[in-house]
Each structure stands twice: as structure tokens, then as C-alpha cells.
């Protein structure tokens, strides 16, 4: 029976749980993923592949750039890339072929693979800097401002942009292999070295508004973010972060959408963006920073986020700062707030 590699991924993306657990067994889910480390075992947590929904068994290795379906996940495991191998095997697990598929010679990394190197940390530092360099460091007029307005951020309300935001016109995408447009903004270390960047790549609606890419991951981080953070409003000082005022205020937001919200809603604060809940707890900040306020969303029952949320109150108390938590009166986060009749 004949059967093209576009139905034969089809196929194994059907069984894509059963999949990944033969094929990276030191692997584990988390919600609709399987994220395992890197195919060449130098980096943890860098390869996901998806679950469920119509992008079942795409995946990608965010340490290398590679990317592809359950078949191509097959090829690369077990045959170094070999498409022609892969087809072969996927043909008779699936009982389409009496003929044996050749031997694999699997390229799984180790269960426990060793941390980052320094340099290759250095090396996605690098990278990072590069990406925010080369971008427009103008976002009045492009999509990157048009999404933000469509989200309820009109940066021109703020009466200066952000230094820390910049507009790409065509950034490189792992998951579709194209360029897109993105917005991208610096993440920056206590010391004030850009460490990190982030991106969210933008896409049109059938009505001509910019939106979050359909992506998969249509955010992501390049660059180790520990004890980074974007700095997004300096408040009602305009000082720079490592010349705060004694007994300043910082309100600390995960995401850039969030933060700027609280920057609209209260411009007299300094704001920052930890880009993630679990690196809330690590953000370096001056001594003069008395008194944080954890902007946090409403998740709910979820027990992750509210012991990720305790640890960052823990830390900051434990450097002698008062913390206090704020959620939103309305939806999930901020910008929920924002954008309702209530703000």
C-alpha cells in the first residue's frame, strides 16, 4: 500500500503520545507538550512537541533551530535526518509494509544532560543583543504599536516609548521556517547588560488588525532570563533603574502586555515585566527598592503558580522589601482591566 510522507506523519501524529514516549523517553508532558531536552543533549528543556489539536506531532528544537512533523521527529531521533529510513520504519510500525525498517541509530540525549555551557550561554547573550540591535528602535507606526493598540495600549498616552521595545519587520521563525514581523524587547540584568530578548511575532486578521502570530509559540525568550527582567516604565522619577530613589516603589508584572497596562493605569509607578512567573523571584533590583508589588494573574486553582508566586514573596521579604500582591478586579490580568469599561 502506498502511502505519501504528508499521510504517514498524519498517521503517527494520531498516537503522537505514545510516539514520544518511545522515541524520547526521558521526556515529560507538560499540559499539551512533550518537552524533552535538546537532540544534540547540550541544553534541558528545549525541544516540545505538541500533543494535541490540529498541530499534533509538530515540533521543534529551540537550541538548533530544527523544527518538522512526527515524521520528520522520527528521522531525526532515529536515523540522523534520514527521511528515507524514517519513512521505511514509520510504514511498517503502522502495519503498512511487510519490509524491515533499517537499523535506527538513535540520537536521543541522555536523561540527564549537562546545563548550558558558559559559552554557549554567552553565545545566546549574543544572539539576543543582535536581534535587538538590529531591529527598529521606532514602534510609533508599525504593527508592533497596532497590536498594542489592539491589546488597549496606546504608547502615545505614555508620552515616550520604551527603550526597551523595538519593531522587526522579518524576524526568523523556527516553527514555520519564515520570516515574520515581531516585536522584541531587551531583557536586562541588575548591572543593566541586555541578557536576553524576547519576541512576539505578529500576524494580520482577515479584517486587517495585528495580532499574536497563530503560532504554536507565538512568544518566546532567546538568552538565559535569570535575574533579568524588560524594564518598561520608569514612573514618576524618569530615573534609571540603578538610580532609583530611596524608597521606591517597583511593580512587577509577567508579561509586556500586563506591564504596560499598569504603566497606563498607574504612571506614577515604576514598572517592570519578569517575563516569566518563575523568574519573578530572581529579579535583580537596586537597595533602594523598598516595596514591590507583584502584579499577578488570576490562575485560579492553578498550585504551580501560586507556590511560584509565594517564592517570589519569600524572596523579595528575605532581602528585607515589603511585597505586596495586586490581581485584577477584572478577568485574568491587568490588561483585562484595562481594556473593560471599568478602567
Not at 494573574?297 to 495586586?326: H, P, S, Y
Request: glycine share 8%; charged share 25%; with cysteine.
Amino acid at each position: 500500500m502506498q502511502v505519501d510522507a504528508g499521510k504517514l506523519s498524519r498517521l503517527l501524529a494520531g498516537n503522537v503520545a505514545n510516539l514520544v514516549r518511545e522515541l524520547l523517553p526521558g521526556g515529560h508532558r507538560e499540559g499539551s507538550e512533550w518537552v524533552h531536552a535538546s537532540l544534540s543533549g547540550t541544553s534541558r528543556r528545549s525541544l516540545s512537541v505538541r500533543l494535541t489539536g490540529t498541530k499534533a506531532g509538530v515540533w521543534a528544537d529551540f537550541s538548533s533551530g530544527e523544527a518538522g512533523d512526527a515524521l520528520d521527529l522520527v528521522a531525526m531521533v532515529l536515523y540522523r535526518g534520514d527521511k528515507r529510513a524514517a519513512i521505511a520504519w514509520a510504514r511498517r510500525r503502522l502495519g503498512l509494509a511487510d519490509d524491515v525498517a533499517p537499523a535506527a541509530e538513535r540520537r536521543s540525549p541522555p536523561a540527564t544532560p549537562a546545563p548550558d555551557s558558559d559559552a554557549e550561554a554567552e553565545a545566546r547573550k549574543g544572539a539576543a543583543r543582535r536581534i535587538f540591535l538590529h531591529a527598529q528602535a521606532t514602534v510609533a507606526g508599525t504593527p508592533a504599536a497596532a497590536y498594542l493598540a489592539g491589546r488597549g495600549i496606546d504608547l502615545a498616552e505614555l508620552h515616550y516609548q520604551p527603550r526597551s521595545l523595538r519593531f522587526h519587520p522579518a524576524l526568523p521563525n523556527v516553527e514555520t521556517g519564515r520570516t515574520l514581523p515581531a516585536m522584541v524587547a531587551a531583557v536586562v540584568s541588575g548591572a543593566g547588560e541586555i541578557i536576553a530578548v524576547h519576541r512576539t511575532w505578529l500576524q494580520q486578521d482577515r479584517d486587517g488588525r495585528w495580532i499574536k502570530a497563530q503560532l504554536h509559540n507565538p512568544k518566546m525568550s532567546l538568552g538565559p532570563l535569570a535575574g533579568g527582567s524588560i524594564r518598561l516604565w520608569r514612573g514618576a522619577s524618569r530615573r534609571p533603574l540603578r538610580l532609583a530613589l530611596d524608597g521606591e516603589t517597583v511593580v512587577l508584572t509577567e508579561g509586556i502586555e500586563d506591564g504596560l497596562s499598569v504603566a497606563l493605569l498607574c504612571p506614577e509607578l515604576r514598572v517592570l515585566s519578569a517575563v516569566s512567573l518563575a523568574n519573578m523571584a530572581r529579579v535583580e533590583l537596586p537597595a533602594a527598592v523598598r516595596t514591590i508589588v507583584l502584579a499577578a494573574d488570576n490562575d485560579g486553582d492553578n498550585l504551580a503558580a501560586a507556590k511560584a508566586l509565594q517564592r517570589a514573596v519569600d524572596c523579595f521579604t528575605a532581602e528585607g522589601r515589603t511585597v505586596r500582591i495586586a490581581f485584577s478586579p477584572i478577568g485574568k490580568d491587568f490588561n483585562d482591566l484595562l481594556q473593560s469599561d471599568v478602567a
